[in-house]
């Protein structure tokens, strides 16, 4: 089975620009989550959707925002891109809501590595 | 604010040695998870705690769970090469810890 998806891999992007990150989720999970790791620091929570609605922020300014399609796939969109945006940006899908009981386990994709220049 | 704090933050072991790393929560919670991370990849789950007083093992690593004290333990035992990596543990809607760093030396 396939586990979850994302893309691109690798960008480089400049300040003040916009960037699109995508996520697939495992198939028959209906929840996605966004994490950013900056080099030497634990994930930091962004987004979780679920069944396609927003269940969770974390601490990120407005410029970042995100979207689950129907078929429970994610897009993640920074906008006005910072210097400080150059990070790891992980999405994970579980069956249920983040750490529910018996359904909330992560499961992690590779990463899509962003470096603003 | 949930938080969550591990230590030690770094660790260098030698070869065929115990050791444990800790992590320890801020809010109530019943589950907990450890994630493993080797250097440029992504995350690797370990173990989850579901309950309190909750043990798990998988080879040389014990994880256990004590929700009245909101403290977890990640146990090395007779630590090998291949265990270096960086291990979090996430609580809540997976609120994350900043990382151990696990060198083994042989």
Not at chain 1, 12 to 24: E, Y
Not at chain 1, 110 to 116: K, N
Not at chain 2, 45 to 51: G, I
Request: hydrophobic share 35%; charged share 20%; with cysteine.
């Amino acid at each position: 089975d396939a586990g979850v998806t994302q893309s691109p891999t690798h960008l480089i992007k400049t300040r003040g620009q916009q960037v699109t990150l995508r996520c697939s989720p495992i198939s028959g999970h209906k929840s996605v989550s966004w994490y950013q790791q900056v080099l030497g620091q634990g994930p930091q929570f962004i987004f979780q959707y679920y069944e396609k609605e927003e269940r969770g922020r974390g601490n990120f300014p407005d410029r970042f925002s995100a979207r689950q399609f129907p078929n429970y796939s994610s897009e993640l969109n920074v906008n006005a891109l910072l210097l400080g945006d150059s990070a790891l940006y992980l999405c994970a899908s579980s069956r249920g809501l983040a750490g529910a009981l018996n359904t909330g386990e992560l499961f992690f994709g590779e990463g899509s590595r962003l470096t603003v220049l | 604010e949930l938080k969550v704090e591990q230590n030690p933050l770094f660790l260098s072991m030698q070869e065929g040695k115990n050791y444990t790393i800790y992590c320890n929560y801020s809010t109530t919670s019943d589950r907990l998870y450890w994630y493993r991370q080797d250097p440029g990849k992504s995350l690797e789950s370990l173990f989850v705690l579901l309950s309190n007083g909750a043990v798990k093992q998988e080879g040389r690593l014990m994880a256990s769970l004590d929700t009245k004290a909101r403290l977890s333990t990640l146990h090395i035992t007779a630590a090998v090469h291949d265990l270096s990596a960086t291990y979090f543990c996430a609580v809540g809607k997976l609120i994350f810890g900043q990382g151990t760093e696990l060198s083994v030396k042989p």
